[in-house]
């Protein structure tokens, strides 16, 4: 009997000492896979730094310029991180109340990311509360990223993604907040600030011409929409109009676009 005895308490102390080894090696594996996650994905972010860092201070110095408290643009940063919208908020909230303008200048302006959303449906597979976060966190730098990422084998795709999509969300918000903060302290004329917005598109277009031929059938159309919108509409107005009518027309001709673009890049190869 005591040896039966003896023998069940040293079972316990085994199965015991074996679930413990267990939580202590998923722990470590779990560590483990932060950490190279995390690595991976501050490296390929880095460069996202940068620009995020300065144009969110800028949006930062802008909203002080506009009267706003140091704090609403971090807030803003924070709960709505959209970009070049964020730009435009002082507007809005400055300008006359037309919720139904503001509804349609953000759907207009953010539509593209309707469809980064239905291609990364696939790469949100299984991430569990880690989607809702990247969903909302979803921007175009971050999805340029995690869309053509060459994740090495021993990094988890997932937490890669996520992390992606935090460093460059608190990018934004730590530009944002210096921005804020230098705007607050100093006592200076901000005039002319907002000239950053407007440099930042031109930025994207010339960028666009740059890459090569095949991207100027879109530019003109997009020149050319705007343009006749400002003639049209006036300058307060000629924004939702002239989103509208480069939506229609590169959906109406995408097709002869596709087949100019293509016929310009192998003219390009050659």
């Given at each position: 009997?005591?040896?039966?005895?003896n023998?069940?308490?040293?079972?316990?102390?085994?199965?015991?000492?074996?679930?413990?080894?267990?939580?202590?090696?998923m722990?470590?594996?779990?560590?483990?896979?932060?950490?190279?996650?995390?690595?991976?994905?501050?490296?390929?972010?880095?460069?996202?730094?940068?620009?995020?860092?300065?144009?969110?201070?800028?949006?930062?110095?802008?909203?002080?310029?506009?009267?706003?408290?140091?704090?609403?643009?971090?807030?803003?940063s924070?709960?709505?991180?959209?970009?070049?919208?964020?730009?435009?908020?002082a507007?809005?909230?400055?300008?006359?109340?037309?919720?139904?303008?503001?509804?349609?200048?953000?759907?207009?302006?953010?539509a593209?990311?309707?469809?980064?959303?239905?291609?990364?449906?696939?790469?949100?597979?299984?991430?569990?509360?880690?989607?809702?976060?990247m969903?909302?966190?979803?921007?175009?730098e971050?999805?340029?990223?995690?869309?053509?990422?060459d994740?090495?084998?021993?990094?988890?795709?997932?937490?890669?993604?996520?992390?992606?999509t935090?460093?460059?969300?608190?990018y934004?918000?730590?530009?944002?907040?210096?921005?804020?903060?230098?705007?607050?302290?100093?006592?200076?004329?901000?005039?002319?600030?907002?000239?950053?917005?407007?440099?930042?598109?031109?930025?994207?277009?010339?960028?666009?011409?740059?890459?090569?031929?095949?991207?100027?059938?879109?530019?003109?159309?997009?020149?050319s929409?705007?343009?006749?919108?400002?003639?049209?509409?006036?300058?307060?107005?000629?924004?939702?109009p002239?989103?509208?009518?480069?939506?229609?027309?590169?959906?109406?001709?995408?097709?002869?676009?596709?087949?100019?673009?293509?016929?310009?890049?192998?003219?390009?190869?050659?």
């Amino acid at each position: 009997m005591p040896k039966d005895l003896n023998s069940d308490i040293f079972s316990e102390s085994a199965f015991a000492d074996s679930e413990l080894y267990t939580a202590e090696y998923m722990i470590n594996v779990n560590k483990n896979v932060h950490k190279s996650a995390i690595k991976a994905a501050f490296k390929s972010s880095l460069p996202i730094m940068a620009g995020f860092l300065f144009l969110g201070a800028s949006y930062g110095m802008i909203m002080d310029a506009r009267g706003f408290a140091f704090y609403f643009p971090i807030i803003t940063s924070t709960f709505v991180f959209a970009g070049s919208m964020e730009f435009l908020l002082a507007n809005l909230l400055l300008g006359a109340f037309n919720p139904i303008e503001a509804l349609l200048l953000a759907l207009m302006i953010n539509a593209r990311h309707l469809f980064y959303g239905i291609s990364m449906l696939d790469k949100y597979k299984g991430l569990g509360w880690r989607k809702i976060y990247m969903i909302f966190g979803l921007c175009d730098e971050t999805f340029s990223i995690n869309c053509t990422a060459d994740v090495p084998s021993s990094v988890d795709r997932g937490w890669y993604m996520f992390y992606v999509t935090l460093f460059d969300h608190l990018y934004w918000i730590a530009g944002t907040t210096l921005g804020s903060i230098f705007g607050a302290v100093m006592d200076f004329s901000w005039q002319g600030i907002d000239f950053a917005m407007t440099a930042m598109f031109v930025v994207i277009l010339l960028e666009q011409l740059l890459a090569g031929k095949k991207n100027i059938p879109s530019v003109i159309i997009g020149l050319s929409a705007s343009f006749i919108s400002l003639l049209v509409f006036g300058r307060d107005s000629f924004i939702i109009p002239a989103m509208l009518i480069i939506t229609v027309a590169l959906g109406a001709g995408k097709a002869p676009i596709e087949a100019i673009s293509s016929e310009k890049a192998k003219e390009e190869s050659e």
